[in-house]
């Protein structure tokens, strides 16, 4: 009778993760936060571009966890209006020039979509990370994926 033995050892999952930087801070994390950022950047609403880019500097990148901070980043998430809105008329053409919310009341939604400026994002709008998913996961699938077999660069 032939006998075969052959002995191999296997990584630990935690061990396979820190080798491709795939555990929480690593490379590949990293990788994944960033490019999540960067590729929502084209829709997220867009004023003078502190909630695009805000990101970078309120969420602790390798985390895992996206921030964005401000109390007005959840309203153009979900692309609702919020009230209380008392409107408010700088000058005298009969039509509001902002809005102004009463301090110590609750906001609520209204039930009235957010109008987002596609001015210089044509693809500003709420939601905005699963919307450049469905278009982009390809593409941060193979950048992280390139840092996690080495071949490339964290962005």
Same mark, same amino acid.
């Given at each position: 009778m032939t006998m075969f033995r052959s002995s191999f050892d296997i990584d630990s999952a935690e061990q396979?993760? /820190?080798k491709f930087g795939l555990e929480q801070y690593g490379r590949a994390q990293k990788a994944l936060d960033n490019a999540v950022i960067r590729w929502s950047e084209k829709y997220t *609403?867009?004023?003078e571009g502190l909630l695009a880019t805000s990101p970078y500097a309120a969420s602790d990148i390798g985390s895992g966890e996206i921030?964005? *901070? $401000?109390p007005y980043a959840h309203y153009q998430y979900y692309g609702e209006v919020y009230g209380p809105n008392i409107p408010v008329f700088d000058d005298d053409s009969g039509d509001p020039t902002g809005w102004f919310s009463p301090p110590g009341?609750?906001?609520?939604p209204t039930g009235r !979509? %957010? /109008? &987002?400026?596609?001015? &210089?994002?044509p693809l500003? $709008? *709420?939601h905005w990370i699963p919307r450049m998913a469905a278009d982009h996961i390809d593409d941060i699938v193979a950048e992280v !994926?390139?840092?996690? %077999?080495g071949g490339g /660069? !964290?962005?």
């Open positions: 396979l993760a /820190k *609403p867009w004023k921030v964005y *901070p $401000g009341q609750q906001k609520h !979509e %957010l /109008k &987002y400026n596609t001015d &210089y994002n500003a $709008g *709420p !994926e390139a840092v996690a %077999l /660069k !964290e962005k």
